[in-house]
């Protein structure tokens, strides 16, 4: 199948803290461009949410990001090691800084 995405990804493996139903939430980013992320989460948000997201880069430099969870996939327990469950969010603010981290990639 042909790659559709108009922003390219990059595989990387970074914190990721949100917040969803005033729960404080872990996860990790699967892939990572400049305009979505696909985060690896036990609990995510509900598809047109918008929330803030904190990415600690490395060097622990923490970057909140902004945006709009566009879709979820979860998938059964057995295969969590295989295929990521979590869900994608498309970007609506990003910092200077987690665009060089990028560029830098």
Known sequence: MAEKRQFPRKRRRLIVEFEWEKTPCT?????????????RATRFPKPGARI????????????KVRGTVVRTFRVPATLTRLIPSGFSMRLT???EEYLAFLAAI
């Open 27 to 39: 996860g990790f980013t699967y892939d990572i461009s400049s305009a979505g992320i696909f985060i």
């Open 52 to 63: 803030t997201a904190t990415i600690v880069l490395p060097g622990d430099k923490p970057v």
């Open 93 to 95: 603010e990003q910092p």
